[in-house]
């Protein structure tokens, strides 16, 4: 199982911060549906428990980029029954998530823990992290509207741009790569998940 817990980055000095439950909130209409929803699991932090690595990484993904969010994820068994929520919930990979939102403080991105697969699975998130990061405003725009599904005729429209600049744009925010490795990515996030030696 995959626990993502994200922590809100500089909480204490930014006065005009909106209050973790409207936050919250915010997170569970934007994201694709956990296993058990977003809650508030400590002070400025939200978790939810994933049972699916495409859909944890498009969550993972979409948090991590606008660095509103320290990012941690745990992989690993845990405790069943399951809760009603997040809080009443436990196990070693919500440990895992624990570990790695604490990391993540430190790191500047987000943080997978785990077992061999979970630590190999997030030297690739460094990689993708990196050239979202990198990514001109115009880019990341494009970039956004293709990971919505939108043909490059309807993101030229969106943009108010050339369909040949779209697709310049899409190369040099290396979008056709990314997606490739984030295949990849999934992958190594089940094996994580499946708890099998490296």
């Known amino acids: 199982m995959f626990v993502l817990t994200i922590d809100r980055r500089a909480s204490r000095r ?20 956990p296993v058990l ?7 400025d932090e939200l978790q939810a428990l994933y049972d699916d690595a495409a859909a944890v990484l498009s969550a993972l993904l979409h948090l991590a980029d606008p ?8 992989i690993g068994p845990v405790d069943l029954p399951l809760g009603d929520s997040v809080r009443e919930s436990t196990g070693p990979a ?10 993540a403080k430190d790191h500047g991105a987000p943080v997978v823990r785990g077992n061999e ?3 190999r699975a997030g030297t690739v998130l460094d ?30 429209d969106s943009l108010g741009i050339a369909q040949s600049s779209v ?3 899409l190369a040099a925010a290396l979008w056709h790569e990314e997606h490739t490795v984030r295949e990849t990515l999934v992958a190594l996030l ?3 998940d499946q708890g099998r030696d490296a």
């Open 14 to 33: 930014d006065g005009s911060a909106l209050e973790i439950s409207a936050l919250r909130d915010e997170v569970q209409r934007a994201l694709p549906r």
């Open 37 to 43: 929803g977003w809650d508030v699991s400590a002070g």
């Open 67 to 74: 660095a509103r969010w320290h990012v941690g994820l745990g």
């Open 94 to 103: 919500f440990v895992a998530a624990r570990d790695a939102v604490t990391r």
């Open 117 to 119: 697969w979970a630590e």
């Open 127 to 156: 990689l993708v992290c990196a050239v979202r990061a990198r990514r001109t405003d115009a880019g990341a725009r494009a970039a956004a509207l293709a990971d919505d599904g939108q043909t490059q005729q309807q993101m030229a």
């Open 167 to 169: 697709s310049r744009r």
């Open 190 to 192: 089940d094996l994580a």
